[in-house]
Nanobody, 119 residues
Framework: QVQLVESGGGLVQAGGSLRLSCAAS????????LAWFRQAPGKERDFVAR????????YYADSVNGRFIISRDSAENTMYLQMNSLKPEDTAVYYC????????????WGQGTQVTVSS
């Protein structure tokens, strides 16, 4: 089992920045990938960014590429999402999720953290 807890959300003006954190606990040695998804009201949950856990290998959705930076600190069992040049359309609940070694798909999810960008 892996437990994920997000933090760092909040209200920010357009053009501003926020940094989200995702603290992992439990069987962290079994993690293959960690990713961020987001869900805006009335919309489906969308992929934002992901990285492999042991060797950083970031990948971004087109909508955030060049503005967001995903990183991880294996020693602290924490993943981060630095969000810059925020836009109102970035408003959503942001979720951290983990894919486990030997299994496909994201099996573990955090509770989410709200990000609101005002215009």
């Amino acid at each position: 089992q892996v437990q994920l807890v997000e933090s760092g959300g909040g209200l920010v003006q357009a053009g501003g920045s926020l940094r989200l954190s995702c603290a992992a606990s439990g069987r962290t040695d079994s993690i293959y990938k960690l990713a961020w998804f987001r869900q805006a009201p009335g919309k489906e949950r969308d992929f934002v960014a992901r990285t492999t856990w042991r060797i950083s290998s970031p990948y971004y959705a087109d909508s955030v590429n060049g503005r967001f930076i995903i990183s991880r600190d294996s020693a602290e069992n924490t993943m981060y999402l630095q969000m810059n040049s925020l836009k109102p359309e970035d408003t959503a609940v942001y979720y951290c999720t983990a894919e486990i070694l030997g299994r496909s798909g994201y099996d573990y999810w955090g509770q989410g953290t709200q990000v609101t960008v005002s215009s």
